[in-house]
């Protein structure tokens, strides 16, 4: 058994060719798709973050309005980039769209990747201490973040306040029961998902990973995943971990589907660089006949050791498509392997 939800990346772009040609639409769909989504039985609506791009941005306005328009679906990011975020502004934020939704938000944070502009953190007023890089201040961004949603008091209150406080030193607010147990970190190495393990973190690995073997995508992902599960044994923790893993499914049931992804151009993983030449892994799009879908994601090791299943979708290609997208995986693959 397991959760299938989808990812949008949300572009927009003014082409004539594309249904999204601006940030109105991009937002205004996503919320649309998350309630269809809801409507079809998905269990997640999860969206990426990227700034200084026609992308979807700042999340929290997005997630909050999904939450007010749903009543039974995760909302969740895939990722925010920490290196970008006041972690007490954040924890604010995450709160209010919690409180909204009813304890449905899975946030999705990470190390982030390589943005459109050099050190985008340094606009938004971020920058690492002597002695640290932007991935360190990441790392310290999200242990403050995790601290403060514990709920404990830790602001000396003042004496005169404008309204009267309750007894004892104060938190932020509001304060979301559970909200700590919901946070995902976004892994590319084995290292960071040991690290993630160690901290109470849920992980989300995505279909990028830094190539630390050379086998296939699927195969490192998977020992990620297993490393990550014994981390998490060792440190102790109560309950139970979560893993996502993403993935470009496209089942080809009609003639759009064939004319949008029947082309078997992308099922091989592939090689790229990222930021100072490190070598990464991205792993294979899958797209077929319900048939041959449900025997090659059989042969998905990473799929197999994760619980919940992400679901890229093209956003620019507009709510109904998509829609279909997440149906046809849902009513023509999913059954067969097991995962509803």
Request: aromatic letters at 8%; a negative charge; glycine letters at 10%.
């Amino acid at each position: 058994m397991k959760k299938i939800g989808f990812l949008s990346f949300g572009h927009w772009t003014a082409s004539p060719q594309s249904r999204t040609r601006s940030a109105s639409d991009a937002l205004l769909q996503s919320i649309d798709l998350a309630v269809a989504a809801e409507e079809l039985g998905a269990d997640g609506a999860y969206f990426r973050v990227h700034h200084f791009a026609r992308q979807l941005g700042s999340p929290f306005p997005l997630l909050a309005a999904v939450g007010a328009k749903t009543k039974r679906i995760e909302i969740g990011t895939a990722v925010i980039d920490m290196r970008y975020e006041n972690p007490l502004y954040m924890a604010e934020d995450a709160g209010a769209a919690d409180v909204i939704a009813g304890g449905r938000l899975q946030l999705g944070i990470s190390r982030g990747s390589p943005e459109q502009v050099i050190d985008g953190w340094r606009y938004f007023g971020y920058a690492p201490p002597e002695g640290m890089t932007d991935a360190d201040m990441a790392r310290c961004h999200t242990e403050v973040l995790l601290e403060v949603l514990r709920g404990e008091g830790f602001a000396q209150p003042n004496p005169q306040p404008m309204f009267p406080n309750p007894p004892g030193l104060l938190r932020v607010e509001p304060y979301s029961q559970g909200l700590r147990e919901r946070i995902w970190w976004g892994a590319a190495t084995n290292a960071t998902g040991e690290w993630a393990a160690k901290l109470g973190m849920n992980l989300q690995s995505s279909t990028l990973k830094i190539d630390e073997s050379g086998r296939p995508f699927h195969v490192q992902q998977a020992e990620q995943i297993r490393i990550f599960r014994e981390a998490w044994k060792a440190a102790g923790h109560a309950r139970e971990p979560r893993v996502s893993v993403s993935r470009s499914i496209f089942a080809l049931v009609d003639d759009r589907d064939r004319t949008y992804f029947g082309r078997g151009d992308e099922d091989e993983d592939t090689i790229g660089f990222l930021g100072d030449n490190t070598r990464a892994i991205f792993g294979r799009s899958y797209a077929a006949e319900p048939d041959i879908l449900v025997e090659q994601l059989a042969k998905d090791e990473a799929i197999a050791e994760a619980d919940t299943l992400l679901l890229t979708v093209p956003n620019q290609l507009g709510v109904d498509y998509n829609a279909h997208v997440i149906e046809a995986i849902l009513k023509h693959v999913a059954p067969r392997l097991g995962w509803r």
